[in-house]
């Protein structure tokens, strides 16, 4: 699958620059993610999931959720700027000097630049350009998937012209050796520094950590997060790259589109997701936001927004223990590293 995520979901134009350079003179310095984007207001719409003529009044909603799916996203300024940048090796050299002086948000944009273009980071350009001819040439290569393979290709294909060598400098002490691990100190650099992506990517991925120091990071994340938070709630609340889906997804997902994500017909999550998979189809003129809202039965779709409703109304109160979160005992493999 050639999904982005958040680290995988969710593109600075002109020359590399040197690696020195980039040190001793960093660029202006790019916006700062914002601590949060408030909801907008909730409409004004009781649900009631018995039969008017025939019909479940449920279905009253479908207006709305088309009108939110295909609403302007209302993303974070580096987010945004990561997203547009078509040399991703620019883009993380231009954040270089701010990630150094400590800022989680810079840190975290250099790790998910890295993380993508992980299968650049020990190629040269040439052996980089053959690899995409042969996938280019794989016979059941959906036009999703090749139209990905080709982008991916152009927003990565600097980390193979050299000259980069200032991100793992910047690592100091920390420097691994292996390009290929630089992004995972990034990541942990940005964890430390708080920022909230990050701390929620952390508590929802598998590893030795235990289910109240996961929960101690997802409320630390709620906090002060926004838009990628919740939709790293939603991608995680069920298998939703393979296809499936919840009612606390699809709650998260709501959320997650009425506090800005991007959740219309052009989102690149939405595009690995629904429709860069073998068999599947996005449906023309469907938002990301319609594809999951469409797929759920009737009481799903009443379930998950009233469920959404009380995640607003529990993240504004601070009610953390009214969140339907992910099951993060289940993420806790500590058997595995310990043997047993």
Known sequence: MRAETLAGALGVTGLLVAALIALRAPPPQPPRAEARVAFPPAPARRLDVASRGGLPAVMALDREIARLGRATPRLEPLRRAFLDAPNLTQFA????????????????????????????????LESARLNLENMLNVPDLAGEERAAWRAEYERCRGFGLGGWDAIGIALGKDDPGAEAEYGSLWFERATQAGYPSALAELALRPSPISAPEREAMLREALAGGGPDVYWLLFAHSSDVPSGESSVPALAWLIVACRAGQDCTEQARWYRGFACGQPGRECPTGRSGLEYYWSAASMRERGEAWT??????????????EDLPLPDLEALDNRRLWEGS
């Open 307 to 320: 469920q959404a409703a009380r995640i607003e109304a529990a993240l504004m109160e601070g009610k953390w």
């Open 93 to 124: 050299m231009d954040r270089l000097s701010q990630a150094v002086a400590g800022d989680g948000a810079s840190q975290y944009f250099i790790y998910l630049a890295l993380d993508q273009c992980r299968a650049y980071l020990r190629r040269d």
